[in-house]
């Protein structure tokens, strides 16, 4: 991306004293970036119920807050400072569209106590820790098709119905290769609709050990995914 004229001047001035044509050449000039993050995401992240544009408009969500936020001051080059915040507000995106979707279906619970398996461990920023949870909830997604596809859907495309049953296929046999736990805990979560909680108590083990275990299995899955053993990586 070739560099702005006097770009520290635009910031000066769009900082400092609220010129909003100075921020619109700064926006013009960072919006291809922000698309260009959004969509290295969707390639990474895709949930085929989210359109492109989605993925977009939050990245230019972010990269209005970043520069909202930016200091010029500080010496700090401005993308390096809005990447993560760009980032973060597409996987933000994603992650309220997934927990808006579960909470208006009968297992909303159950979508609660995956997420919060996933939120369990602390890493060192908060960016990774919503990039797995997202990850994570997506593969979810996946099982929970794949568990449920044998209901009919008339309206399908012949050629979107062989792409679901490979991917559920190949979803399948992952779940095949899990550790025997791990095996057991998805089959009961995700086909039997059991939650945590009665997992727990069939198995003599505790809650927070089912949500351990159920995160394990999870990134097994998705692990699997990207080394081309598992379903593909579009969510």
């Not at 461990?121 to 960016?127: A, K, N």
Request: aromatic share 8%; glycine share 6%; charged share 25%.
């Amino acid at each position: 991306m070739a560099a702005l004229p006097d770009e520290p001047l635009l910031w000066r001035r769009y900082r400092q004293g609220g010129d909003r044509d100075a921020q619109q050449l700064l926006f013009a000039q960072f919006a291809p970036w922000a698309r260009a993050v959004a969509r290295d995401v969707y390639r990474r992240v895709r949930i085929v119920q989210m359109d492109w544009a989605d993925y977009s408009q939050n990245a230019t969500l972010g990269l209005v807050e970043a520069m909202g936020r930016y200091d010029p001051e500080r010496g700090v080059d401005f993308m390096a400072y809005a990447k993560p915040r760009v980032r973060g507000a597409v996987f933000n995106g994603l992650r309220a569209f997934m927990m808006e979707s579960s909470s208006s279906q009968e297992g909303g619970a159950r979508y609660q106590e995956r997420l919060s398996s996933f939120d369990e461990s602390e890493p060192e920023d908060l960016l990774g820790q919503l990039v797995a949870s997202v990850s994570g909830l997506a593969v979810g997604f996946m099982l929970d098709s794949a568990a449920a596809e044998e209901l009919m859907q008339p309206n399908e495309a012949v050629e979107d119905a062989i792409d679901r049953e490979q991917t559920s296929a190949l979803l399948r046999a992952a779940v095949e290769r899990l550790p025997e736990r791990e095996e057991l805990v998805v089959r009961l979560h995700y086909f039997q609709h059991m939650p945590f909680v009665d997992i727990a108590q069939l198995l003599g083990l505790t809650k927070g050990r089912i949500s351990q275990i159920h995160k394990a299995a999870i990134e097994r899955l998705r692990s699997s995914a990207h080394a081309g053993t598992g379903p593909p990586a579009r969510y």
